[in-house]
């Protein structure tokens, strides 16, 4: 059996994302080694100081960055993983952003999608292309899409980061229900778990 995270529940759930011997990180420098770990579902958190390699081991899980040795056994529900920073993506809109993310998870929330637009104060921000969002803003569409997505295991990189303390409280309200999904998963890369949210979960990195 694949060593786990350290679990805080007492029942043993099947895996739904597996890392088998995992290693890898930016181009020469390696920073996840021969991680052997398996999450089920409910909310898990990856933990560590900077540069330990949280958002790389992200980026490993989700396929984003190859792996060099090892390997992601992933679900057929799929892994929700973006990133919504780079220049690239500046003269994308919001709702085009959406449109294009949607498309490829087929379990998209369309309802879910708008619950959370509103909660999150994003409506009037629709047709804005992402280089005219602030920081925050830009974080919030990365959020509406993921929480929206329907994937079986939802990727999130420091979620509460740039964000107000009303958005910081629907993210962290939407997180402590999802914890209680019987086949879903949210795995999240923060600095700690915040003391509001019970975790099935919690992966200490170090460097």
Not at 35 to 42: E, F, K, V, Y
Not at 72 to 77: E, I, K, T
Not at 93 to 112: D, I, K, M, N, R
Not at 134 to 148: D, E, I, P
Request: charged content about 15%.
């Amino acid at each position: 059996m694949l060593p786990s995270p350290t679990s805080t529940g007492s029942a043993a759930c099947a895996p739904l994302l597996v890392a088998h011997q995992l290693s890898g990180g930016p181009p020469d420098h390696v920073v996840i080694r021969q991680l052997n770990a398996a999450w089920s579902a409910g909310l898990h958190w990856i933990c560590g100081d900077e540069g330990c390699g949280k958002t790389s081991l992200l980026r490993l899980l989700a396929g984003d960055l190859p792996a060099q040795s090892g390997r992601v056994q992933a679900p057929p529900g799929g892994v929700f993983w973006v990133n919504l920073k780079g220049k690239e993506h500046d003269p994308t809109t919001v709702q085009g952003c959406w449109q294009q993310l949607q498309a490829s998870y087929p379990h998209w929330q369309v309802e879910l999608q708008q619950e959370l637009e509103a909660a999150l104060d994003m409506g009037q921000h629709r047709h804005k292309p992402l280089y005219m969002l602030s920081t925050g803003s830009r974080q919030k569409v990365m959020l509406v899409a993921a929480l929206a997505s329907g994937a079986t295991v939802t990727l999130l990189d420091q979620p509460f980061v740039s964000l107000d303390q009303l958005s910081i409280r629907v993210v962290k309200d939407f997180l402590s229900e999802a914890s209680q999904h019987p086949s879903r998963a949210w795995i999240v890369a923060d600095y700690e778990v915040p003391h509001e949210l019970t975790v099935t979960s919690v992966l200490h990195l170090t460097n």
